[in-house]
Structure formats: structure tokens, C-alpha cells
């Protein structure tokens, strides 16, 4: 277990930190909720040390808890994000498969933090192996000379494993539905909605239910008919779910109906209650 006595009580951040590539990278696909989540992940680390005993699990209830399950679709979207913090090297990768939650960066920032400590050790699932707290880290201003440098049998081992755990990642990370894509592609929702899973559910059940054929011109009827909708649309999900269900079970049993005013009804109930809230 880590020692709390090693934490920090607070750690700084670079005034550049959000022009950051990774930073970035993560804003374009989770949005506030992935840099709400990667500050609470450098907090809980940082409160015990340079690194984090976590599961993908465990990380992902503690975040649910800390954040709050009002912005987010569950557990599971949490471990995708999780994934993906580790895919762009937020995380490190190959830590995290051994419920290690570090990374570079962290460990670089946590250097910074205790380099007047006398006694800080820097052993365990240390990451810069050529760095320690008497590393002169003011940024040297003069260019640096090109040098060739043949990376060592370790060195390739290393990267190869990297490789393959990036490769693994990326295929156990969760995968939209074929139908979500289309949702996001119709501009129903979009690719950060905190939705996603509760969609990929719905679609697998309907798929089991119905044809995939039918299921999916529903869903483009539903998308084209949302698109010209003078109304606002509060709850995306709510709202889908309950006429895409309507509009299938009709279509089997062959009845005759009027969609359009059927689901003119359900914003107006949704507009009535949000004015309610």
C-alpha cells in the first residue's frame, strides 16, 4: 500500500497545461467530464505519493462517487475514458494492467513538488529511471545538438511491450454500436454525449427484438423527424427510447397511427415538466 505520509497537500499546474497534446487530445473526445476526471485522478494520486494502488474498477467507482453519477452514464463509460487516459499516456499502460495508476508526468510533477525532501525515496513503479530529486529540471534555453542514439535491447523490449499493450487497450476498450454511430452521425447526439452506453443498450435490445433493418430506418425516421422539430428536445435519451419503442411496436402490429402528433406530445410533457423542475 502507498504511504499517505508521502502525498502532497497541493500540486501545481503549468499555466499551459490545457495546450497540452494529450490535454488535447482527451477535451476532443470526453470533453469537460475526461479533464474533470484526469484532475481527480492527479489529486487522488498526489494525496498518497507519486502513484496509486486502483483497479480500472476501483478508479472508476471512486471517480463516479467524487464527480457525481448526475454527468455520467455509469461505471462503464468511466472505464472507457480510463482506457483511453492510458492509450494517450496519461496513464501508464502497462502500470495500469497491474492496478498501478502513475505515469511520467506525474511522477515529474511530484519530482518538482518534493525535491527539498530529504528523505523521499523514488523506488517503486518508478518511471524516470534517469532522473532523481538533484536533476537540475530548470528547462535548458540553448538548442540541443542532434545525436544519433541506437536504442538499447531493453529499450525495444520496452517499447515493443507498450506497442502491444497500446494494441490491447485498444481493442478491449468498449465499442459504440453501429446504431450509435448513426445517432451521432444524424447530429442526434454527439460523440461526447454522456448517453452512449445507455444507447449501445437499447439498440442491442431492439436488435434482438426486431430486424436490424427495421430498427434502422426507425432510427433515421426518428433522427430526420428530431432535425425539424420546432421544439427543444431536453432529454435526448428519454425522448428516443420512448419513440423509437412506439414507433416499432406499431410497425408490428400494422396499426394505424399518427406519429408526428404522438411524438409532438412527448416534447410537449417533457417541456411541461422541465418548467415543473
Not at 484532475?39 to 486502483?54: K, R
Not at 476501483?58 to 482506457?83: C, H, N, P
Not at 534555453?141 to 499493450?165: F, G, Q, W, Y
Request: with cysteine.
Amino acid at each position: 500500500m502507498v504511504n499517505p505520509s508521502l502525498g502532497l497537500d497541493y500540486f501545481s499546474l503549468d499555466v499551459n497545461f490545457l495546450k497540452d497534446a494529450k490535454i488535447i487530445k482527451l477535451l476532443h473526445a470526453y470533453g469537460p467530464l475526461g479533464l474533470s476526471c484526469y484532475l481527480c485522478v492527479l489529486i487522488n494520486v498526489y494525496a498518497q505519493g507519486y502513484y496509486a494502488e486502483y483497479s480500472i474498477n476501483d478508479l472508476a467507482r471512486l471517480l463516479i462517487t467524487e464527480i457525481g453519477g448526475k454527468y455520467m452514464s455509469g461505471k462503464d463509460k468511466l472505464q472507457e475514458l480510463i482506457l483511453y487516459m492510458a492509450r494517450i499516456d496519461l496513464i501508464d499502460g502497462e502500470l495500469l494492467s497491474h492496478n498501478i495508476i502513475t505515469s511520467k508526468g506525474i511522477q515529474k510533477r511530484f519530482l518538482l513538488a518534493t525535491q527539498k525532501r530529504k528523505s523521499q525515496k523514488y523506488t517503486k513503479y518508478w518511471l524516470l529511471a534517469d532522473e532523481s530529486p538533484s536533476t537540475d529540471l530548470i528547462m535548458n534555453l540553448e538548442p540541443p545538438i542532434a545525436v544519433r542514439i541506437e536504442p538499447s535491447k531493453e529499450d525495444a523490449k520496452r517499447r515493443r511491450r507498450h506497442e502491444n499493450h497500446d494494441k490491447e487497450l485498444s481493442e478491449n476498450a468498449p465499442k459504440k454500436h453501429y446504431l450509435t454511430s448513426c445517432l451521432i452521425t444524424y447530429r442526434y447526439i454527439d460523440e461526447y454525449s454522456l448517453d452512449l452506453f445507455k444507447f449501445n443498450r437499447l439498440f442491442e435490445e431492439l436488435c434482438q427484438d426486431y430486424y436490424e433493418e427495421t430498427v434502422y430506418d426507425a432510427v433515421r425516421y426518428l433522427c430526420n423527424w428530431a432535425s425539424r422539430a420546432s421544439s427543444i428536445i431536453y432529454d435526448p435519451y428519454n425522448f428516443f427510447e420512448i419513440s423509437i419503442k412506439r414507433n416499432l411496436e406499431m410497425l408490428r402490429n400494422r396499426q394505424s397511427f399518427n406519429f408526428d402528433e404522438w411524438m409532438n406530445s412527448i416534447l410537449i410533457l417533457q417541456s411541461n415538466q422541465k418548467s415543473e423542475k
